[in-house]
C-alpha cells in the first residue's frame, strides 16, 4: 500500500539522481507501488501535481511582483483594498509559515490583488506634475 508520505518520498529521491542506474532503480519501485494498487498511486500523483501547481502559481505571483515591490507602498495596498496589515500581505507574498502553514493567496485575493495593481497603475497614469 502506498501513502503520500512513501511517494513523495520516490519524488525527491526521483528528482535528486545522479546516475541512470539511481534512476531505474527508482523507477522500479514506483512500478512495484502502482502494480499494488494503481488507483491509489494515480490518486497520490495527482495530489503532488496539485501542490507543485500551487508552489509555481505562488512563485509565478513572487516573481512577477519583485520589480515593483520596492517602488509601492504594501501598507497602502494591504489597508485600501484587503483591509488587511502589512504583514498580513508580505507573508503571502513571500510564501511564509504562519501558525504551521504556508501562507497563500486564495484566487479571491489574488483577483483582489491583480484589481489594487491595475487600479494602482491608473492613478499613477492620470498623475501630471506639469
Known amino acids: ?5 512513501e511517494m513523495d518520498d520516490l519524488k525527491r529521491r526521483f528528482i535528486s539522481v ?3 542506474e539511481e534512476r531505474n532503480e527508482i523507477g522500479k519501485e514506483i512500478s512495484a507501488a502502482i502494480e499494488q494498487n494503481a488507483e491509489e498511486v494515480a490518486a497520490i500523483t495527482l495530489s503532488q501535481i496539485k501542490e507543485t501547481n500551487e508552489r509555481a502559481q505562488d512563485e509565478l505571483v513572487r516573481n512577477r511582483l519583485k520589480s515593483v515591490l520596492p ?12 483591509n488587511k496589515s502589512r504583514s498580513w500581505l508580505n507573508q503571502r507574498i513571500n510564501g511564509n509559515t504562519v501558525n504551521g502553514m504556508q ?13 489594487a495593481l491595475k487600479d494602482l497603475s491608473e492613478k499613477l497614469a492620470e498623475i501630471r506634475v506639469s
Do not use: C, G, P, W
Open 1 to 5: 500500500m502506498a501513502t503520500k508520505k
Open 18 to 20: 545522479e546516475t541512470e
Open 71 to 82: 517602488a509601492i507602498s504594501l501598507s497602502y495596498i494591504a489597508k485600501t483594498y484587503f
Open 103 to 115: 501562507a497563500k493567496f486564495s484566487q479571491e485575493e489574488l483577483r483582489t490583488l491583480d484589481y
